[in-house]
């Protein structure tokens, strides 16, 4: 999914209508909740998500980069620091990509 462009924009336009798996919808439809209004969770919503295949490892994950993303957002925007360019977001997802969060070995040792 990643490596498609098109199927991550649409993605990022509407969840609801990309071309995505029912699965997918029914996460993105979680968290959404989750950001919007995490207080009026309940059991149901998690059994809903559940109940499209994903598992509580899974949640688990998927609540918590919510919750990370919504730190960095707020404290970002306390903070002033610049938003980055879209190309300096594309190099730095290529990076991700292939490199993942490990910081590349260095020569100086």
Do not use: H
Request: aromatic share 12%; with cysteine; net charge negative.
């Amino acid at each position: 999914m990643l490596d498609n462009r098109s199927l991550v924009d649409a993605v990022l336009q509407d969840y609801r209508t990309a071309p995505i798996s029912d699965r997918e919808k029914e996460l993105f439809a979680f968290i959404e909740k989750v950001n919007r209004e995490s207080s009026r969770l309940q059991k149901k919503d998690v059994e809903e998500v559940k109940a499209a295949g994903w598992s509580e490892e899974a949640l688990y994950d998927a609540i918590t980069v919510c919750a990370l993303f919504n730190f960095y957002n707020k404290w970002i925007d306390a903070t002033g620091v610049s938003d980055m360019t879209a190309a300096a977001y594309a190099i730095s997802g290529e990076r991700l990509a292939t490199f993942g969060y490990v910081p590349p070995e260095t020569s100086a040792k």
